[in-house]
């Protein structure tokens, strides 16, 4: 495997190419889960004492919650903390759901923890749920997990005396449009400051470094995807994985502009329909689980579709071997066979990110700013907070 471009391309021409944010963010996830890690650790206490009310109640709420990318944080991860035997209902709430209609989402007669997260946090929306769910449920708290000591989000938890917050490496702070490092460092914040509550012991985060460095050297391969052109992507996963399928699918779109087709399912719900988009032009990328009765699911699917024979590339990402699966399909992970689904969330991501970058170098955008006219932006805009009545 080659090493990341960046690595064989000089800074000018990145910059020509309006791709060196993008490439730096990718390329120092490894670094930054980390840096992440030593963080959660300096606070663990604190972050302990904050969260063991809420997982000893049996009656109160733990709510995550963002925007985009960062409602995806959630996603991922709700579910699979209770795989890994947390003891608590977690649930995934977006913020552009929870500030639209709250009283479909919040109680405010239960004991709720809202965990809120954001690359700038200065998503309108960021603020405004937070606001929302202090009027509705008496007695809220928050942990907020952001990357910008500038962002309003950061001064609300700053100023706020029912919440803490955790802020993450300066250089998770992402400069490029798309989400990369900051996405991981978050879901890796969340994910150590539940381990000492659940059942599983955690790989050290070292583990977890060295299998998103060794998943960079995809890079060439990434590239030889996006030269055949395909013009519509299928991301399917189980459980967490479907979340992760959505923020890969999400890449994808982002950094084309739109002009791939990029679309998500869970393995079991994509035939319910959703696999009408499979034509010769697609590519089809499953993240396979590594618990044993979910992995049978995945690779049923991934058996069938090579039955099929219809779309143009399928590629497994997987921790553990994969019986009756031709190799040149499946792309492992390095070490994965020991690790949990909580931890092959970090190195899947990576390909897809990958894939998602040269698919828009190959279109001519710039990964840093691939809209050009200013419709989509980096942080929303034209949001209006409407009072709660």
Request: proline share 6%.
């Amino acid at each position: 495997m080659t090493g990341l471009v960046g690595l064989t391309q000089s800074l000018e021409d990145l910059d020509r190419r309006g791709a060196t944010w993008t490439v730096r963010e990718i390329r120092q996830q490894p670094e930054m889960i980390l840096e992440t890690g030593k963080i959660v650790d300096r606070h663990r206490q604190e972050i302990c004492a904050f969260l063991e009310p809420f997982i000893i109640d049996p009656c109160s709420r733990i709510i995550l919650s963002g925007a985009g990318t960062s409602a995806y944080i959630g996603k991922t991860l709700a579910p699979m903390l209770m795989a890994a035997g947390l003891g608590r209902a977690v649930e995934a709430i977006a913020t552009t759901n929870l500030l639209a209609a709250p009283r479909a989402y919040l109680a405010p007669d239960v004991p709720t923890l809202m965990i809120s997260y954001g690359r700038s946090g200065n998503s309108p929306e960021s603020s405004g749920a937070i606001a929302v769910a202090d009027q509705y449920v008496p007695g809220c708290k928050h942990i907020i997990i952001t990357c910008n000591p500038d962002g309003a989000l950061h001064h609300i938890g700053q100023a706020s005396g029912n919440a803490l917050t955790v802020l993450l490496p300066e250089a998770t702070h992402d400069r490029s449009f798309a989400m990369t490092s900051s996405f991981t460092s978050m879901l890796y914040a969340s994910s150590a400051a539940f381990s000492p509550f659940l059942q599983v012991s955690p790989h050290p985060p070292q583990h977890i470094a060295d299998s998103m460095r060794h998943m960079l050297g995809f890079d060439a391969t990434a590239q030889a995807i996006a030269n055949r052109r395909f013009d519509r992507f299928v991301y399917l996963g189980s459980h967490g994985f479907a979340g992760l399928a959505q923020e890969a699918a999400l890449k994808m779109l982002e950094l084309t502009d739109g002009e791939v087709i990029a679309t998500f399912d869970s393995t079991l719900g994509f035939r319910h329909g959703p696999k009408s988009i499979v034509t010769s032009q697609s590519m089809i990328v499953v993240f396979v689980s590594n618990d044993e009765y979910t992995r049978q699911y995945d690779l049923d699917l991934v058996r069938e579709l090579l039955v099929d024979g219809r779309c143009g590339e399928l590629l497994v990402i997987a921790g553990r071997r994969c019986p009756g699966i031709p190799d040149e399909n499946v792309l492992y992970v390095q070490g994965g066979e020991s690790f949990g689904d909580l931890e092959l969330v970090y190195p899947y991501i990576v390909p897809a990110q990958l894939i998602a970058l040269h698919q828009s170098l190959e279109r001519q955008y710039s990964p840093d700013q691939p809209n050009a006219t200013g419709t989509v932006n980096r942080v929303v805009q034209g949001v209006r907070i409407h009072p709660l009545i």
